[in-house]
C-alpha cells in the first residue's frame, strides 16, 4: 500500500536533484563585439627612444638650450653673409645691402658681449664639458660672423666710393668736352670776318710766281743780246 507514494517520492527527488546540478551558460558577447563591423583596439604607441644627452639638472638643460638658440641664430646670420657675397660679385650691390650687414654685426655683437660671454659653464654639475666645449666653439662663430660683416660693409663702401668717383669722371669729361666744343666754334666765328676782309693765299702765291717768272724772262733776253 506505500507503493505509490515512494515513486511520487522518488520523482521528486529527482527532480530536485536535475535542478541541483548547475547547467553550462552560454558566454555572453558584448553587442560590439557580435557586430560584424567591430575591431579590436589598438596597441598603444611605442614609447619615445631615450634621448641621447645623458641625464642633466635643470641648470644644465637651461644652459644646453639657451647654447642651441644661438647656435641657430648664428647659423642664420652666416646664411645671410653667404647671400651677401653672392650680391657683391654685381658691380652695383643693392642699396639696402650696407645697413643689413650693419644690423647684422650689431646684432652679432651683442650676441657676443651679452649673451654667450655672460652664459657661465663651470658651476654646471653635470654636462659641464660639453657645454663648455660648445659655449667655446659658438664664441669663434660669432667672432668669425662679426669679422665677415665688417668685411662686407668695407666692400661696399669701396664699391660705392668707386662708383662715385667713375661718375664724377664721366661727368668732369663730358664738360669738359662741352667746352672745348664751344670754345671752337666761339673761335671759328671770331676769325671769320678776318677771313673774309684778307685775300686768298692762293692769289697772292700765284701773283708773286707770276712776277718771278717775268723778271726771270727779262734777264735771259738782255744776255742774248
Not at 41 to 56: E, G, I, Q, T
Not at 104 to 117: F, I
Not at 184 to 196: L, Q, R
Amino acid at each position: 500500500a506505500v507503493v505509490p507514494a515512494m515513486g511520487c517520492a522518488a520523482s521528486s527527488n529527482a527532480a530536485t536533484t536535475e535542478d541541483a546540478v548547475p547547467k553550462a551558460v552560454p558566454a555572453v558577447l558584448p553587442s560590439s563585439a557580435a557586430s560584424p563591423a567591430y575591431s579590436p583596439p589598438k596597441p598603444l604607441p611605442p614609447a619615445p627612444p631615450a634621448s641621447l644627452h645623458r641625464d642633466l639638472t635643470t641648470r644644465s638643460l637651461a644652459v644646453c638650450t639657451t647654447l642651441n638658440t644661438l647656435e641657430k641664430e648664428l647659423d642664420e646670420m652666416q646664411a645671410t653673409l653667404n647671400r651677401a657675397d653672392e650680391a657683391l660679385a654685381n658691380e652695383a650691390p643693392p642699396i639696402a645691402l650696407r645697413s643689413t650687414l650693419a644690423s647684422l654685426h650689431g646684432s652679432a655683437t651683442a650676441l657676443l658681449a651679452t649673451r654667450l660671454d655672460a652664459l657661465h659653464t663651470a658651476d654646471l654639475t653635470s654636462g659641464r664639458d660639453e657645454a663648455r666645449a660648445k659655449r667655446k666653439a659658438l664664441v669663434a662663430a660669432a667672432e668669425r660672423v662679426i669679422e665677415r660683416a665688417e668685411a662686407q660693409i668695407r666692400e661696399v663702401d669701396l664699391k660705392k666710393a668707386r662708383q662715385a668717383a667713375e661718375a664724377a669722371v664721366a661727368s668732369s669729361a663730358e664738360a669738359t668736352t662741352q667746352e672745348a666744343v664751344e670754345m671752337t666754334a666761339g673761335a671759328a666765328a671770331e676769325a671769320a670776318p678776318e677771313a673774309a676782309e684778307q685775300p686768298p693765299v692762293e692769289s697772292e702765291a700765284a701773283e708773286t710766281t707770276t712776277e718771278a717768272v717775268r723778271a726771270a724772262a727779262g734777264e735771259i733776253e738782255r744776255e742774248l743780246t
